[in-house]
Nanobody, 126 residues
Framework: VQLQASGGGLVQAGGSLRLSCAASGRTFSSYDMAWFRQAPGKEREFVAAGTWSGVSIYSADSVRGRFTISRDNAKNTVYLQMNSLKPEDTAVYYC????????????????????WGQGTLVTVSS
């Protein structure tokens, strides 16, 4: 599967952005999807993930209550709605996919994901 992330940009603190990740292929619904981010000089960190059906989702403590992951399997797209953005949310955001084993378990380790998008830069100004 090939992934194309978009929707990043410059926003003021407190603002909102919605990232999109479009997937190629006809088996999108067979993949668990996730968002990660990487700030300059820092390791890539987990942001949010959802299982193949979208029923089971999980977000990192640092974004819970502000960011929401969702997916539209008919459009082969996963979204990350980001509200109440903070300067510390500034990073390159990556979407990632892994073949689903059809459980409700959320995987947060980036090494468990096989496919990655190219990243989209989010900059939050104070």
């Amino acid at each position: 599967v090939q992934l194309q992330a978009s929707g990043g940009g410059l926003v003021q603190a407190g603002g909102s952005l919605r990232l999109s990740c479009a997937a190629s292929g006809r088996t999108f619904s067979s993949y668990d999807m996730a968002w990660f981010r990487q700030a300059p000089g820092k390791e890539r960190e987990f942001v949010a993930a959802g299982t193949w059906s979208g029923v089971s989702i999980y977000s990192a403590d640092s974004v819970r209550g502000r960011f929401t992951i969702s997916r539209d399997n008919a459009k082969n797209t996963v979204y990350l709605q980001m509200n109440s953005l903070k300067p510390e949310d500034t990073a390159v955001y990556y979407c990632a996919a892994r073949w689903s084993v059809h459980t409700i378990v959320i995987v947060t380790n980036p090494r468990e994901y096989d496919y990655w998008g190219q990243g989209t830069l989010v900059t939050v100004s104070s």
